[in-house]
């Protein structure tokens, strides 16, 4: 693709479609052309604050950008999507790619007719406190994520599975690198018909396993990923964007050297530092870095190279297939 200023468009005027306006209108060799959205007035204000054009259906972005931003209902997906990618479109589509696993597959079908490049924003592949952590290319044995919020009174279409936990099931899918196996999962509908909470165990080939808790009724604000590998143990803060590693070496063998001193009755347990003997390292982590902009940033090259995504249909598919499976184990108990 030429070197000029690439025309982007956004659907969905919501909060995630405002904060994928306000990226593109800030970012230099991008020219935000329009958003669309049903809602007049949605998409009115938006189109005021950015300087563009305001259009009710995503069909109308047809001929006038090489890229877009969908941000639109995840039940509605298929319809936002389907004019743009007939038209080989790119497309930049919000988590979860679509309500479910047949919808993804569709919209990969559309997109290979079309020859669109599409990524799927699953914006926490670009934390910079995971992208540390998956720097070390470890290989989890067992991965604990925690995600807990107070009801955001949006994406009230899906549940809290859906919505939030997905993020967690892609970067465990992406560490682990292999199907899963057998899914056990409780949860528990309060504000409408889908979960509110949900708790799951994941057992994966090859024997990995992880542990997802997410609520969106929660009065505190937790975002943790925990990761046990042979040869580290790593603790990420979404958040806070921050990453900590103890590694295998030299901690294992001090902490065995000092459990045998005490069996042998040679040393007081109180002697013993915990924290000194397994001492937690900082990763190096951008703090200041914006995920949506690089993310971003990464779509732009994609569609510019023509060359795969960094986030793809296939990877998202994954993520809806098992999120799907893990609500409908939830559902039987």
Same mark, same amino acid.
Request: hydrophobic share 45%; with cysteine; glycine share 8%.
């Given at each position: $693709?030429?070197?000029?200023?690439?025309?982007?468009?956004?659907?969905?005027?919501?909060? $995630?479609?405002? =904060?994928?306006?306000?990226?593109?209108?800030?970012?230099?060799?991008?020219?935000? %052309? !329009?958003?669309?959205?049903?809602?007049?007035?949605?998409?009115?204000?938006?189109?005021?604050?950015?300087?563009?054009?305001?259009?009710?259906?995503?069909?109308?972005?047809?001929?006038?950008?090489?890229?877009? +931003? %969908?941000?639109?209902?995840?039940?509605?997906?298929?319809?936002?999507?389907?004019?743009?990618?007939?038209?080989?479109?790119?497309?930049?589509?919000?988590?979860?790619?679509?309500?479910?696993?047949?919808?993804?597959?569709? *919209?990969?079908?559309?997109?290979?007719?079309?020859?669109?490049?599409?990524?799927?924003?699953? *914006?926490?592949?670009?934390?910079?406190?995971?992208?540390?952590?998956?720097?070390?290319?470890?290989?989890p044995r067992f991965v604990e994520a925690v995600r807990l919020s107070p009801l955001p009174f949006r994406s009230l279409?899906?549940?809290?599975? $859906?919505?939030? $936990?997905?993020?967690? *099931?892609? *970067?465990?899918?992406?560490?682990?690198?292999?199907?899963?196996?057998?899914?056990?999962?409780?949860?528990?509908?309060?504000?409408?018909?889908?979960?509110?909470?949900? +708790?799951?165990?994941?057992?994966?080939?090859?024997?990995?396993?992880?542990?997802?808790?997410?609520?969106? =009724?929660?009065?505190?604000?937790?975002?943790?990923?925990?990761?046990?590998?042979?040869?580290?143990?790593?603790?990420?803060?979404?958040?806070?964007?921050?990453?900590?590693?103890?590694?295998?070496?030299?901690?294992?063998?001090?902490?065995?050297?000092?459990?045998?001193?005490?069996?042998? !009755?040679?040393?007081?347990?109180?002697?013993?530092?915990?924290?000194?003997?397994?001492?937690?390292?900082?990763?190096?982590?951008?703090? +200041?870095?914006?995920?949506?902009?690089?993310?971003?940033?990464?779509?732009?090259?994609?569609?510019?190279?023509?060359?795969?995504?960094?986030?793809?249909?296939?990877?998202?598919?994954?993520?809806?297939e098992l999120a799907t499976r893990i609500s409908a184990a939830a559902r039987k108990r």
């Open positions: $693709m030429p070197c000029e200023s690439l025309r982007v468009g956004v659907v969905g005027c919501g909060r $995630m479609g405002r =904060l994928h306006a306000r990226t593109w209108a800030a970012m230099p060799g991008v020219r935000l %052309v !329009g958003v669309c959205d049903p809602i007049e007035t949605a998409r009115a204000q938006v189109a005021a604050q950015f300087g563009c054009e305001a259009f009710e259906r995503p069909e109308a972005l047809v001929g006038r950008v090489d890229a877009v +931003s %969908v941000a639109s209902t995840t039940s509605r997906r298929v319809e936002a999507v389907g004019p743009l990618l007939a038209a080989g479109v790119a497309c930049l589509i919000e988590k979860p790619l679509a309500a479910t696993v047949e919808e993804c597959r569709r *919209i990969g079908e559309m997109a290979r007719s079309g020859g669109a490049v599409v990524q799927v924003g699953h *914006i926490e592949r670009f934390n910079s406190a995971v992208m540390a952590a998956m720097a070390l290319g470890l290989s279409d899906v549940g809290v599975v $859906m919505d939030v $936990m997905i993020h967690d *099931i892609d *970067i465990v899918l992406s560490l682990v690198g292999v199907p899963a196996g057998r899914v056990d999962a409780i949860g528990a509908a309060v504000v409408g018909d889908s979960e509110d909470l949900c +708790s799951a165990r994941v057992e994966f080939e090859g024997g990995a396993a992880a542990m997802f808790n997410a609520s969106r =009724l929660s009065h505190r604000v937790e975002r943790r990923l925990r990761i046990y590998a042979p040869d580290a143990f790593v603790t990420v803060d979404y958040h806070k964007r921050t990453a900590q590693v103890v590694r295998r070496s030299p901690a294992v063998e001090a902490l065995r050297a000092a459990v045998a001193e005490v069996r042998a !009755g040679r040393a007081d347990p109180s002697s013993f530092d915990f924290a000194r003997l397994a001492p937690l390292e900082d990763l190096p982590v951008d703090g +200041s870095a914006d995920a949506l902009r690089l993310q971003a940033e990464s779509f732009t090259r994609a569609v510019r190279r023509q060359t795969p995504p960094a986030v793809g249909i296939d990877d998202a598919t994954r993520a809806v």
